[in-house]
């Protein structure tokens, strides 16, 4: 039998899918893509005759379907994810779908956009002596997030922090943020990273909702906050003259 592959596509280049991701496409009988994320150069890589479905307008109901039907008829099944699978994906429902019907499948991941964004602005997440820790999260909306995990709760916490989903909401996310950054934190906003398209926005807590309405930003956008988008920081002891570790000995 057959096996479903649920691919991470990257976050909007086509360049950016992993290789083992692209071979897959290239051999797929059938794709299944999120649609509204997705970037349509990337079905360039499938066959002519491959039968290829759109997600956004599906149920899970219909996308499991599609899946057994293809399985059942001994066809590779491509689920084709945007950026990596495992971040917002919803593909564990589907996991437990396909586990329950006793068909195969195989996760390949992806590059997420937060990581994406990151490299638009030429930013490292975690600096010495600034940030060792990175948050992935979301402000809460119609998709209810857990008590200990809401924004104002994390942001105590003044980490490097990569905010997905929630641009419409930049007031609310702002109003959260403040609870404990300083009004002075840089924040940047990078709508659809290493799209050509791409629109970047910078500033503080204070500008950046202005700044976000005014540049019509409503969706597909990473937030990232913290002081690892300042100019201080300690240099790494990675590659410190003076610093001895298991490949070099340091000078004195």
């Known amino acids: ?22 071979k897959i496409l290239e051999k797929a009988d059938i794709i299944i893509y999120a649609g509204s994320l997705v970037n ?3 079905l360039a890589f499938a066959q002519k005759d491959t039968a290829i479905y759109n997600s956004a307008s599906m149920t899970l109901t219909e996308v499991l379907k599609v899946i057994k039907q293809g399985i059942k008829s001994n066809k590779l099944v491509a689920r084709l994810h945007t950026g990596d699978p495992s971040i917002y994906g919803a593909i564990r429902e589907q996991m437990d779908a ?23 602005i030429k930013k490292e997440f975690t600096l010495p002596g600034v940030s060792q820790t990175v948050i992935l999260t979301r402000v809460e909306g119609r ?8 924004l104002d709760k994390l942001a105590a916490h003044k980490t490097s ?18 609870c404990h950054y300083a009004p002075e934190t840089k924040i940047a906003v990078i709508q659809r990273a290493s799209w050509p398209d791409e629109i970047i926005v910078t500033g503080t807590l204070t500008t950046i909702a202005e700044a976000v309405k005014k540049a019509n930003i409503t969706k597909t956008a990473q937030i990232l906050v913290g ?12 590659y410190d003259e003076s610093f001895s570790h298991e490949y070099r000995k340091g000078k004195k």
Request: glycine share 8%; aromatic share 8%; net charge neutral.
């Open 40 to 42: 349509k150069a990337l």
């Open 143 to 150: 998709t209810k997030v857990p008590k200990l995990e809401k």
């Open 98 to 120: 396909l586990e329950t019907m006793g068909i195969s499948f195989e996760v390949i991941p992806g590059v997420s956009s937060f990581v994406a964004s990151a490299a638009s």
């Open 161 to 178: 922090m990569a905010i997905f989903l929630s641009v419409q909401m930049i007031d609310k996310v702002v109003e959260k943020l403040l």
């Open 1 to 22: 039998m057959r096996k479903v592959y649920f691919i991470g596509a990257g976050p909007g280049d086509p360049e950016l899918i992993t290789i083992k991701g692209k």
């Open 227 to 238: 002081d690892f988008l300042g100019d201080e920081y300690e240099h790494s002891k990675l």
